[in-house]
């Protein structure tokens, strides 16, 4: 039986994701560049904060970027006139299959520290 596009397969995973809150905010971000690839401006956007906890956060882009991708995302604080850069590595993208075409995209982000 072929799998359809809501079939997304479960993984036990023994991460704690308790400590998650509803965060539902523009996040703007930017792809960094590698190191040894080639130069190229930087590619800058705005995603849709889902949740966060103090390990990653759930955002929802436009498109997919590259798992192991690093991007700056800056993270609201209280303070709103304040963002916080911080690096941030794509561990999973999921396109939400809702109508045809491609996106928008859930992505999963890990903080690096």
Not at 39 to 57: Q, R, W
Not at 85 to 104: D, I, N
């Amino acid at each position: 039986m072929a799998q359809t596009e809501w079939e997304w397969p479960m993984i036990d995973c023994q991460e704690n994701h308790r400590e998650r809150v509803a965060l539902m905010r523009p996040i703007p971000y930017e792809l960094t560049k590698p190191v040894d690839g080639p130069t190229m401006s930087a590619c800058e956007g705005k995603a849709l904060s889902l949740n966060i906890s103090s390990g990653g956060m759930l955002v929802l882009m436009e498109q997919a970027p590259d798992i192991d991708q690093v991007l700056k995302v800056y993270v609201p604080t209280p303070v709103t006139v304040a963002e916080t850069p911080t690096l941030a590595e794509v561990r999973w993208a999921r396109r939400v299959p809702f109508g045809k075409g491609t996106g928008p995209y859930l992505v999963g982000l890990k903080f690096m520290f």
